[in-house]
């Protein structure tokens, strides 16, 4: 099953991937990475 972009945001909220089965493929932000200025929360 496939999350939709509203549970992806509170699963990563929660454990920091979009979905349990992803968190292995997640990376540690960097100092190069930016957040997005229009990223708007939907949750």
Same mark, same amino acid.
């Given at each position: 099953? !496939? $999350?939709? %972009? *509203? #549970? $992806?945001?509170?699963?990563f !909220?929660e454990?920091? $991937?979009? &979905? &349990?089965?992803? !968190? &292995?493929? /997640? *990376? ?5 990475? &930016?957040?997005d /200025? #229009?990223?708007? *929360? %939907? /949750?």
């Amino acid at each position: 099953m !496939i $999350a939709s %972009l *509203r #549970q $992806a945001q509170k699963n990563f !909220i929660e454990f920091g $991937a979009c &979905e &349990e089965r992803c !968190i &292995e493929f /997640v *990376r540690k932000p960097n100092k190069q990475d &930016e957040k997005d /200025v #229009q990223w708007k *929360r %939907l /949750v």
